[in-house]
């Protein structure tokens, strides 16, 4: 299940978008200003961020500039709201390196084909990944062999192995905690770690790493 992370100061928006999103399949998270938004982004590692751009404390722009800073944050796709229409407001977005925008009122199906169009690139780009697979060293049995030389200079766990194999098959972070037994929050830390191990701004990248030199099998 993809988690969505709503940062929207109006709770009845919020709330219904939430609502509307999880009736189609998706797992969300809820935030009701910028700075709540930027911590549940690190804790969580959405798979979207949709935020609001006018909001007390930290507003929308500065939400995107903080967790463009964070490799772990810095390429999770990003979907401004907004109440304005003005074309200043949208390109202002766009420069800082928002993926798309929506201005409110805006339609929940509109909302919904831009989730999946996001998604949807993400998948291509961890179907690149895996395409490299193909181009690596393999055994007799046609499987490829683990670096484990490389796997131990990086100080990768046993345990993180685990956490990646999983993470490379698509598996949410609540799959991984249920097959492996641990908590959501400890795939979190987790996945943090292989990130920062790997210096990988993302999933995706961090899958591409992987395979290319050979960490998992």
């Known amino acids: 299940m993809k ?5 929207e100061d109006d709770k009845t928006l919020r709330e219904n978008s939430a609502l509307f999103l999880k009736m189609n399949g998706f797992e969300t998270i809820t935030a009701c200003d910028g700075s709540e938004g930027i911590h549940l982004a690190i804790e969580h590692l959405p798979d ?5 751009i006018v909001m007390p404390k ?23 709201l907004s109440g304005k229409s003005e074309k200043e407001d949208f390109r202002a977005g766009m420069q800082l390196g928002a993926d798309d925008y929506l201005t ?14 996001r998604l949807e690139k993400q998948e291509q780009l961890l179907r690149a990944a895996h395409e490299i697979n193909r181009q690596q060293p393999n055994s007799a049995s046609g499987e490829t062999i683990p670096n484990i030389e490389f ?8 345990r993180e192995i685990e956490v990646l194999e999983l993470i490379s098959k698509g598996f949410t972070n609540t799959e991984i905690a249920e097959k492996l037994f641990i908590s959501p929050r400890t795939v979190d830390f987790h996945r943090s770690n292989l ?3 790997t210096n990988s701004k993302n999933t995706a990248e961090l899958i591409t790493y992987a ?7």
Do not use: M, W
């Open 104 to 117: 409110k009122p805006f339609n929940y199906d509109e909302l919904l084909q831009i989730i999946k169009l």
């Open 3 to 7: 988690k969505i992370l709503i940062i």
């Open 195 to 197: 990130l920062i191990k």
């Open 48 to 52: 979207i961020i949709i935020c609001d």
């Open 211 to 217: 395979v290319k030199y050979r960490i998992i099998s």
């Open 151 to 158: 796997i131990n200079s990086l100080n990768i766990s046993k």
């Open 58 to 80: 930290v507003n929308g722009y500065e939400v995107l500039k903080s967790l463009h800073n964070i490799n772990a944050t810095s390429l999770i796709p990003f979907i401004f």
